[in-house]
């Protein structure tokens, strides 16, 4: 009997699929969701891939849809409209072969934490078709893997949240897949909690699985993601990989003049990309402000004043948004 993995405020399931299973080719496609609850939209025709061997970051604001569709991909949900694949199979025609090829940690574990951390493991293991050998085994390789060696024997009530993730995350290795889902899996999680999942997606990049995982901690995204996907409002509002957000991205100098004239602005045209906006004029470049401020000032062009200003991917995700909003 095989049982999927249903999350609500109570309880959660886990799926099972095949101990050290080799899938294949890795591959998330998600393609024209709409999701609908009490009549109100959440999702609105989201689409997009995750390949083999790409990390890709799932940015939003709180409400915008990240765990709504991370639900959908898993099977926990089902769309109103639209079609998700993994590994070629539908998750919701061929929910079971889908399933199988996904391990994912929902935002937050649920466990019945009477059990110690080893016995349950092994409970769990057995829906994989484990033996209690095998999976005394196993779950003692990935808790030590996961940081939790010393806390086998703990009962899962003494874990802390962090704790929990970090055992969601030995259980969601327990069938090897080659795709993986984190919803905000990095919430609870000390800095060298933070470094080991770093560390684990790196290491799930180089054997070709597929990572899709949702964050707020947009630094970490930055570090460890290939690729980002932007939702804001239910909608997606671009995918763009981290080369061409490095790129668009690029730091500014902010240079307020007496007045905008045409000799300024081939000056400034001489480094990189410009916008005006009023008196003000926006430069993108790597130069140092001193130099542009130099080449100004022999050219006789009068300022005001200047600032440079670094740009992230909160700031671009922000801009992204301010787009989104005016259009």
Do not use: C
Request: net charge neutral; no cysteine; hydrophobic share 40%.
């Amino acid at each position: 009997m095989y049982l999927y993995l249903v999350l609500n405020m109570h309880q959660v399931y886990y799926r099972p699929s095949y101990h050290l299973a080799t899938w294949g080719s890795a591959l998330i496609e998600v393609s024209g969701i709409f999701k609908s609850f009490g009549g109100r939209r959440v999702l609105s025709d989201v689409s997009f891939k995750v390949g083999d061997g790409e990390v890709v970051g799932y940015v939003g604001l709180n409400g915008a849809g990240k765990t709504t569709t991370i639900r959908i991909i898993t099977g926990v949900l089902n769309p109103d409209k639209g079609e998700v694949l993994v590994d070629g199979y539908s998750v919701l025609r061929e929910k079971r072969k889908a399933s199988e090829r996904i391990g994912w940690v929902p935002e937050l574990p649920i466990f019945e934490t009477e059990f110690k951390a080893l016995d349950y493991f092994v409970y769990l293991a057995g829906y994989h078709g484990l033996s209690r050998g095998e999976a005394v085994r196993l779950g003692r390789e990935l808790l030590e893997k996961v940081g939790l060696g010393d806390a086998v024997y703990k009962r899962l009530s003494e874990y802390s949240q962090g704790m929990k993730k970090r055992f969601a995350l030995a259980v969601s290795l327990i069938g090897n897949p080659q795709n993986f889902v984190f919803d905000e899996v990095l919430n609870g999680l000390d800095p060298q909690g933070i470094a080991f999942f770093r560390e684990l997606t790196r290491g799930f990049k180089k054997e070709g699985r597929a990572v899709l995982f949702s964050s707020h901690i947009l630094k970490e995204v930055e570090q460890i993601a290939d690729k980002v996907v932007f939702i804001h409002k239910g909608r997606i509002i671009g995918v763009y990989t981290m080369e061409d957000i490095a790129r668009l991205a690029q730091p500014s100098i902010r240079i307020r003049l007496v007045e905008p004239s045409g000799e300024a602005l081939r000056v400034l045209e001489g480094y990189g990309e410009i916008r005006v906006e009023g008196s003000e004029v926006v430069v993108k470049t790597d130069a140092s402000p001193d130099e542009v401020i130099s080449r100004l000032v022999e050219k006789g062009v009068k300022l005001m004043e200047f600032r440079r200003e670094e740009r992230d991917l909160e700031s671009f995700f922000f801009e992204l948004i301010k787009k989104g909003e005016a259009g």
